[in-house]
């Protein structure tokens, strides 16, 4: 079995957040946990290659390092790709994200990488992936190393893959239909009396868990505040020039208000499938209250209006999707100086 | 900030500082009313945004 393993400067030995901005490079054979998990995999499991990347070098060249990883582990004809554990270490997971499901998605091997659940990583591709769950604290580097050499072992023997608690990984989000010995009534009734008695149940609905947001800091002085006006309420210029998807939208788009004072409905459209869109057809300020944010400038409440509104479709969206929207929406926010965005929503 | 009609989906993600639109079909917007009186609700709204900006409590 050839392997190649991927991590970051630290677990690589080049050092740490110091050597963060290192480029991509290749060694042969294992480093560092790999040596572990090649015991752990046993029989010919052998780490043919390791790659160590920098973790800044890692996020801020995603693409070029994918490409070029994807070259390596190609030339390395591997049957298996172990990205990790990355811990709590947020760019490291990112990078062993992109990593995994490029792979995944490009030579059909079997996959696998490790983080905690708090790992901005695993928000963005626990869909796609096998995470095993690492927690926070590295020095579960053995024990987590065994839970992903025993799934690793499955995966490549194609046997079917348990439940996230019991094999080890996070939570997909998948439903996958399943025999059970009593009918959901059965159940139902079973977790009633369970619940009167005090007794311990659980539940078969896993409501999704959206981690705390934390609040950023209040506008000091609004007459100096730069504004920027966003809506997933899917308004586009006439024609709809990004192709905005009227449902599960993949894109967003930036249009201009520059000297303008009021939105036209003949000027626009409505690319959202999920609410009745002939009043914003009719004035489309009663999405982006452009109208009155001109006031409001005119008058020096606020600062000044950002000469562009961001739009997109928020209807039947995977989460996956749309926090990579609102990550790149906040990104050009920042990069703008935007003091304070009011986003409207359907 | 957030204006939305459906408060508690952005109650649900976390959204820290949110105001409750005026209906799904127009979140800024009254069609049942003149179109000045309709711009007055949308002012209103818009200043309640502002307020929730200024403010630290959820």
């Given at each position: 079995?050839?392997?190649?393993h ?14 963060a901005g ?9 480093v560092?946990?790999g ?5 752990l995999?046993g029989?010919?499991a ?8 920098g973790d ?19 030339a390395?004809?591997a ?25 995944q998605?490009?030579f059909?091997?079997?996959v696998?990488?490790a983080m ?13 992936l ?9 020095a ?5 190393l ?12 194609k ?7 019991d094999e080890?990984y996070?939570t ?10 009593k ?22 609905m896993?409501?999704?868990?959206f981690?705390p947001v ?10 100096k ?6 809506t997933?309420?899917g308004?586009?210029?006439?024609g ?14 930036s249009?201009?208000i520059?000297?303008?004072?009021d ?13 009745d869109?002939?009043?914003v057809?009719q ?14 400038e005119k ?14 479709s928020g ?6 999707n749309?926090?990579?929207?609102g ?8 990069q ?7 986003l409207?929503?359907? | ?11 649900m ?16 917007g ?6 000045e ?16 900006l200024?403010?630290?409590?959820k």
């Amino acid at each position: 079995m050839r392997i190649v393993h991927y991590i970051n400067q630290f677990f690589g030995g080049i050092g740490g957040e110091e050597q963060a901005g290192a480029p991509l490079e290749a060694r042969d054979g294992a480093v560092g946990p790999g040596k572990l998990l090649e015991q752990l995999l046993g029989g010919d499991a052998k780490v043919v290659t390791t790659l160590i990347c920098g973790d800044n070098y890692a996020v801020e060249n995603q693409d070029s390092m994918l490409a070029d990883a994807l070259e390596k582990i190609r030339a390395a004809n591997a049957d298996l790709f172990v990205a990790g554990p990355c811990f709590q270490a947020g760019r490291y997971g990112m990078a062993a994200g992109a990593l995994c499901s490029a792979v995944q998605s490009k030579f059909s091997i079997p996959v696998i990488t490790a983080m905690s659940d708090e790992n901005p990583g695993a928000d963005l591709y626990r869909e796609f992936l096998y995470i095993v769950d690492s927690g926070t604290n590295a020095a579960r580097m053995r024990e987590v190393l065994v839970t992903m050499a025993n799934l690793a072992r499955k995966l490549m023997i194609k046997t079917p893959i348990d439940s996230p608690k019991d094999e080890g990984y996070l939570t997909r989000g998948l439903i996958r239909d399943q025999f059970v010995e009593k009918t959901a009534g059965e159940r139902l009734v079973d977790m009633v009396l369970a619940k009167v008695k005090a007794e311990p149940f659980e539940s078969e609905m896993v409501p999704t868990a959206f981690a705390p947001v934390p609040m950023p800091p209040s506008v000091k002085d609004l007459t100096k505040a730069k504004f920027m006006l966003i809506t997933d309420g899917g308004l586009v210029p006439k024609g709809n020039p990004d192709k905005i998807q009227n449902l599960a939208a993949t894109r967003w788009g930036s249009y201009s208000i520059d000297g303008c004072d009021d939105l036209k409905g003949e000027d626009y459209e409505i690319s959202h499938g999920g609410y009745d869109a002939q009043f914003v057809k009719q004035d489309p300020d009663r999405l982006v209250p452009l109208d009155v944010m001109r006031q409001l400038e005119k008058e020096g409440v606020i600062g000044e209006l950002y000469e562009e509104f961001l739009s997109t479709s928020g209807l039947a969206n995977p989460l996956s999707n749309t926090r990579r929207m609102g990550r790149e929406m906040a990104a050009k926010a920042k990069q703008l100086g935007i003091d304070a965005i009011i986003l409207t929503s359907t | 900030m957030q204006i939305t009609a459906a408060l508690p989906v952005a109650k649900m993600i976390g959204a820290n500082r949110t105001v409750l639109g005026n209906g799904i079909v127009h979140v800024l917007g009254d069609a049942k009313v003149s179109p000045e009186k309709e711009k007055e609700v949308r002012r209103r709204l818009v200043e309640q945004a502002l307020s929730a900006l200024q403010s630290d409590e959820k």
